[in-house]
Nanobody, 119 residues
């Protein structure tokens, strides 16, 4: 099994910054893509940012230029630096990882961390 543990959410004023972190542990041979999704009340879960093992990144248009994703392959961690936050960034943020274990390749999700941006 694989566990993803997130940290770093909270309440911030518009224009402020937050940094989310995610640590993966368990039966991991290799983590392919790793990243973040978010879900606001009444809305579907959407991709925020993804990063491959080769450090290629992909961002939602709504966060380009404001958010930066990074990862540490040696420690199976990823971080999301969020700057110039807007009220519309308010959501539960979920860490995601596509993990190759000895038995299968599967998608895993963290428990979610709340990010609230006040106007």
């Amino acid at each position: 099994q694989v566990q993803l543990v997130e940290s770093g959410g909270g309440l911030v004023q518009a224009g402020g910054s937050l940094r989310l972190s995610c640590a993966a542990s368990g039966s991991i041979n290799r983590i392919n893509a790793m990243g973040w999704y978010r879900q606001a009340p009444g809305k579907q879960r959407e991709k925020v940012a993804l990063i491959t093992s080769g450090s290629s990144t992909n961002y939602a248009d709504s966060v380009k230029g404001r958010f930066t994703i990074s990862r540490d392959n040696a420690n199976n961690t990823a971080s999301l630096q969020m700057n110039s936050l807007k009220p519309e960034d308010t959501a539960v943020y979920y860490c995601y990882a596509n993990v190759a274990a000895s038995y299968a390749i599967r998608d895993y999700w963290g428990q979610g961390t709340q990010v609230t941006v006040s106007s």
